[in-house]
């Protein structure tokens, strides 16, 4: 059987201009993702400063525009000043997040150049586990004051002359999780949160700060957190966090598909409350949404997976092997991402490589793109501009957590400088084509497609490996545009991608 599906596209129907760091990924001193992963001295392909270039390379192409950095559960036991100046005396610790060795080879600086090589914002994080307002303010001072103090000079006398001008902070993470390294109840954090964020924004006005969110939506304490951490400290603060891992522990595709809309509710409930706390102030400040922690993230999962015995140094951990309704599932949540950009202005896919990464590696050997690096990609490369507000007709299916649910997922962006607009679509039926029309008004008279792609394979199960990424973009022939319509056949389970231009 084919579906049918229709959308009605305007230019004048926007939702949000989109933030591009919506697009953002995520580096965490933890398993093999910052040694092993993007740096590695001694690799046939690592640069002077022991970068793995082949990783670079499909950073690149993979295209995030701002990355997380240090962590994670990594980030509540973090000194910052063991990861900064000469390598020879750094010191040795013990990560008690991760159950690891901790060379502290990589740090700050180190991160910021590989940044400016791959072309990426830093999004930094602050230690509120072990640590508070004082070490932050020198941290930021040591990285964002151009100098004459003594954090500022001792980061020129490591060999850093200009402030590296990060502008994007975190308060912690995951204060409320029993797993990280002095977790905090609402009211601990809230205050330590809004004392850290005011003494910060001291030391540089300029700086964007996260207050952590609960760690999942299935924390019991999920919804109270955010209203009293904000409620405490809602003038200080610029966003409040969310992490979204999507699961298919049940190996039900219909319920897997269906975490996509637990995201989705998930957003708008913590735009609610962020909202409500505004309300109980008669306050016009909108705290934005950073889903600072998101992906498909349940295969590696077990106790042996997270803590390797006898204290190693960067241990395979939480190695994802991603399959192709995985990437599907990927590809939806960044759907709803987008078709969220009025609040949720970041978002960073954990992790970049390795540790449930869409980048694979072989320690000394190749990296490959695992399979849900493809929807990424497309998303970084065309998403450009402003999200449409759609009308959109799709046939539904029912699950078990979130009722009825469109078979049809789509979100499309316009750049109004260029009049390019690039439109992502996912069929959720696993058995059925979709006929797809799209009314694009408003938009030119002269539109033509450059690109229609699909991510399309009749196993769900079939994974990419270093010798044969299966999984990869392949034309839809099927799709064409005709004056201001766009017709397509969607595959059934398909993440399909048009790139039209507009000829003004
Ligand atoms: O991304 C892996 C881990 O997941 C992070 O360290 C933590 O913040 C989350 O629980």
Redesign the pocket.
């Known amino acids: 059987m084919t579906l049918k599906a229709s959308v009605i596209a305007d230019a004048d129907f926007v939702i949000s201009k989109l933030d591009r760091r919506l697009f953002g990924t995520?580096v965490?001193h933890?398993g093999r993702c910052v040694y092993g992963g993007i740096y590695e001295p001694g690799h046939p392909t690592a640069d002077a400063n022991g970068f793995r270039q082949d990783v670079m390379a499909l950073t690149r192409e993979l295209g995030p525009t701002i990355v997380r950095y240090p962590?994670?559960?990594?980030l509540s036991g973090y000194d910052w000043e063991d990861g900064a100046g000469p390598k020879e005396s750094r010191p040795v610790k013990l990560d008690l997040?991760w159950h690891s060795t901790e060379t502290n080879e990589f740090g700050t600086n180190e991160f910021m150049i590989w940044c400016k090589e791959a072309g990426v914002e830093p999004m930094f994080a602050v230690n509120l586990g072990t640590r508070g307002p004082d070490e932050a303010r020198h941290f930021l001072e040591y990285c964002n004051h151009p100098g004459g103090t003594y954090y500022s000079d001792l980061r020129i006398s490591h060999g850093f002359t200009e402030p590296h001008n990060i502008k994007f902070w975190c308060l912690g993470?995951?204060m409320d999780?029993p797993w990280q390294t002095c977790a905090k109840t609402a009211h601990e954090y809230g205050r330590i949160a809004q004392e850290t964020a005011k003494v910060m924004k001291w030391v540089d006005p300029s700086i964007e700060l996260t207050a952590c969110g609960s760690?999942q939506r299935l924390m019991p304490t999920y919804g109270k957190w955010e209203y009293e951490v904000l409620d405490t400290c809602f003038d200080q603060v610029d966003y409040i966090s969310l992490?979204h891992y999507m699961r298919n522990d049940g190996n039900d595709i219909k319920e897997f598909f269906a975490e996509i809309e637990a995201l989705d509710y998930f957003i708008t409930e913590v735009a609610a409350i962020a909202d409500a706390v505004a309300a109980s102030r008669r306050s016009t400040k909108r705290i934005m949404l950073s889903l600072d922690?998101w992906n498909v993230w349940y295969k590696a999962h077990t106790p042996d997976d997270l803590k390797k015995p006898g204290w190693p140094k960067a241990p395979p951990l939480?190695e994802e092997i991603y399959n192709f309704e995985d990437a599907l599932v990927v590809g939806g949540a960044l759907i709803v991402m987008m078709n969220h950009a009025d609040r949720l202005k970041a978002g960073c896919l954990?992790?970049l490589v390795n540790?449930?990464g869409p980048i694979m590696t072989e320690t000394g050997g190749p990296a490959w793109r695992q399979t849900i690096f493809h929807p990424i990609a497309d998303c970084t490369r065309l998403g450009h501009g402003e999200v449409l507000r759609l009308k959109v007709d799709t046939t539904t299916f029912e699950t078990k957590s979130q009722g009825n649910i469109p078979h049809l997922l789509t979100a499309a962006v316009r750049d109004p400088q260029t009049g390019n607009i690039a439109i992502y679509a996912l069929n959720r039926s696993t058995e059925d084509a979709i006929e797809l029309d799209i009314d694009l008004r408003g938009m030119g008279e002269w539109l033509a497609l450059v690109a229609a792609t699909e991510l399309h394979h009749a196993d769900m199960k079939i994974v990419n490996t270093k010798d044969n990424e299966v999984i990869k973009p392949v034309a839809n022939g099927s799709a064409t545009v005709k004056g201001s319509r766009l017709t397509a056949q969607l595959k059934p389970q398909s993440w399909n991608v048009f790139a039209i231009e507009t000829q003004q």
């Open positions: 995520f965490e933890m962590g994670g559960n990594f997040a993470n995951e999780g760690s992490h922690e939480l954990a992790q540790v449930i």
